[in-house]
């Protein structure tokens, strides 16, 4: 479902309801005349849909984490803020950019349209900026032939599974966050999809080789192990970037997670 084009249709219809009754319907009226229904409602929400259009368009906008790939960044059920003009105004529904501001760094948390069905919103971490050659060989990650500083911390214990993971905390650019390993699972990729840019990713039994190519990004997510990202269906497409994961602002489950992340 394209809430963003949903929202802009009921703008249209309740705005152009807004403007003919001011311009036309209402002076046709008696003056003590009570509006009709389909006027009343289409104008009273105007104003309302109009301020979620632009917050939701160009400020803040809100997503749910749907499943454990940013364990344990995220956890499945947290309801997290996004960014809407760090990396530049996009224009809504179509997401053209028209004012540039800042462009992805490692280590963000980035939400964006899956290059594979742009209906769908993913989250990962930005691991590979343009021009970057990124390695995952063997569990450690490389960026342009220098590895990221790893540290391996207390096993994290998945809760709802009950079984324990290798946990490390990472190092990249300055920002620190945390990653998971699980010691028993396979370090290559079995089944990478033929996405664009694939002859610049080199496959092998200890992983993946990619050079990021110009206006495109390569993303992992920190649950290393479970997580399907850029090495297995390639790099993400700038037009795809929706904005930047700042916030924590609910949990069900946990409220003690409200807050801010890395």
């Known amino acids: 479902m394209n809430f963003a084009l949903i929202l802009f249709c009921l703008l249209v219809v309740s705005g152009a309801i807004w ?8 002076k046709r009226r008696a003056p003590d005349a009570k ?31 749907p499943s454990g790939s940013m364990i344990p960044t995220l956890q499945v059920g947290d309801f997290i803020l996004v960014n809407k003009y760090t990396y530049g105004i996009r224009l809504p529904v179509i997401n053209k950019k028209i004012i540039e501001f800042n462009t992805p760094q490692r280590g963000d948390v980035m939400v964006f349209r899956y290059p594979e069905d742009p209906s769908l919103d993913y989250i990962k971490r930005v691991v590979g900026i343009p021009g970057d050659k990124v ?9 342009n032939g220098k590895p990221v500083e790893m540290r391996r911390i207390d096993d994290y214990l998945h809760p709802e599974r009950l079984y324990y993971s290798r946990q490390f905390i990472e190092k990249m650019d300055g920002i620190e966050y945390r990653v998971l390993n699980d010691q028993d699972a396979p370090a290559f990729i079995p089944d990478a999809s033929r996405f664009p840019y694939r002859e610049n990713c080199l496959y092998n039994n200890s992983g993946v080789i990619c050079t990021v190519p110009e206006g ?40 003690k997670r409200i807050g801010p992340f890395k």
């Open 19 to 26: 403007f003919v009754n001011v311009l036309v319907l209402r």
């Open 35 to 65: 509006d009709p229904w389909w006027v009343e409602y289409g104008a009273s929400f105007f104003p309302v849909i109009l301020l979620v259009f632009v917050l939701r368009s160009f400020i803040v906008e809100p997503f749910k984490i």
């Open 135 to 143: 390695a995952y060989q063997n569990k450690q990650l490389t960026i």
């Open 216 to 255: 495109q990004y390569f993303m992992m997510g920190d649950n290393r192990d479970n997580s399907r990202d850029s090495r297995f269906w390639g790099f993400v497409p700038d037009e795809n970037i929706v904005g930047k994961a700042f916030f924590i602002w609910l949990n069900f489950g946990d409220l």
